[in-house]
């Protein structure tokens, strides 16, 4: 018997940037890895360059932002924590690519950190990409329709999961928050989604 991945249209890699923060003792505070992917551009295809370097510097500029925001908080945690109590910060930028056939790829990033909260926190992002036309395709794209119909068909959606949620929520609140967001919202589409 033999089990393959499954195979997708364009051939995708994975480029890494590890970045680990020291004190002068030698003990590790802060550690950042990034992942992120390179399309196989042999044909040197511009649209493909463009998507390549738009990961690319995602990743560079995320390990800087994190490396100026957070090395000083956690050498001064440091300084203050007893050493057998203190955690080194962990900041992660991994993707998962969610579709890859048909000329589309729809690529999306998870940004993990735990720091010093008591929880770690996660942010997700998605962009999805019409190789043939040379584009990236916004919700009106895929859905073919006005902004006031996306608006209402994510608004209903969040709307549903909201009325579901199995703990307490302030939920004028939270509705209203999400008025003001329809426009930042970030999708993804599979095989059959």
Not at 18 to 24: D, M, N, R
Not at 76 to 91: C, D, G, I, N, R
Not at 119 to 143: G, W, Y
Not at 147 to 161: G, L, T
């Amino acid at each position: 018997v033999s089990i393959l991945p499954k195979q997708g249209q364009y051939k995708i890699k994975t480029e890494n940037i590890v970045k680990v923060i020291k004190v002068e003792d030698g003990t590790m505070i802060m550690s950042i890895d990034c992942a992120y992917p390179v399309i196989e551009n042999e044909d040197n295809n511009t649209f493909y360059a463009y998507i390549n370097n738009e990961y690319k510097k995602k990743a560079e500029n995320y390990v800087k932002t994190v490396e100026e925001e957070w090395t000083e908080d956690a050498k001064e945690v440091y300084s203050q924590m007893s050493k057998e109590y203190f955690t080194p910060l962990a900041f992660s930028l991994s993707y998962e690519v969610t579709l890859n056939r048909n000329n589309m790829l729809s690529i999306t990033t998870h940004d993990y950190s735990n720091t010093f909260g008591a929880h770690p926190n996660t942010f997700e992002e998605s962009r999805t990409f019409q190789t043939i036309l040379e584009k990236e395709l916004s919700l009106l794209d895929i859905l073919d329709c006005d902004q006031d119909k996306v608006d209402s068909i994510i608004e209903n959606a969040f709307n549903e999961a909201i009325n579901n949620y199995p703990f307490e929520l302030d939920i004028d609140d939270v509705k209203k928050n999400l008025r003001n967001e329809l426009h930042n919202v970030s999708y993804y589409l599979t095989d059959d989604s």
